[in-house]
């Protein structure tokens, strides 16, 4: 079983950065596809960003493209998200979720933007942005 584990978030001014971190030990983590989402009060939970297991593969959102960059250091267990030129929308809960390698599902986007396709979720970290 792997239980990720996020940080790195906090309050930051608009057009500010932050990079979250995602951190889980075993050998499931560094053969799973991860996924960033995020939730904020009243929404559904929001796909952001995805990355192959070996790292070579990302998918976006809209939203997160041009803005956000999702990267995978197996070496450390531990997958970044990047998140630049912050807006007050970025404002949610962010979580990191594990797609183990045992559900053999492709690296596409209409599946790794479903919370449905990931078995293992962290807490969550707390990303304000203030205008």
């Known amino acids: 079983q792997v239980q990720p584990a996020e940080s790195g978030g906090g309050l930051v001014q608009a057009g500010g950065s932050l990079r979250l971190s995602c951190a889980a030990s075993?050998?499931?983590?560094?053969?799973?596809?991860i996924g960033w989402f995020r939730q904020s009060p009243g929404k559904e939970r929001e796909f952001v960003a995805a990355i192959s297991w070996e790292g070579r593969q990302t998918i976006y959102s809209d939203s997160a493209k041009g803005r956000f960059t999702i990267s995978k250091d197996n070496t450390r267990s531990t997958v970044y998200l990047q998140m630049n030129s912050l807006k007050p929308e970025d404002t949610a809960v962010y979580y990191c979720a594990v797609d183990p390698p045992t559900s053999r599902r492709p690296f596409k986007y209409d599946f790794v933007a479903l919370p449905a396709a990931y078995d293992y979720w962290g807490q969550g970290t707390q990303v304000t942005v203030s205008s």
């Open positions: 075993g050998l499931t983590f560094s053969r799973s596809d």
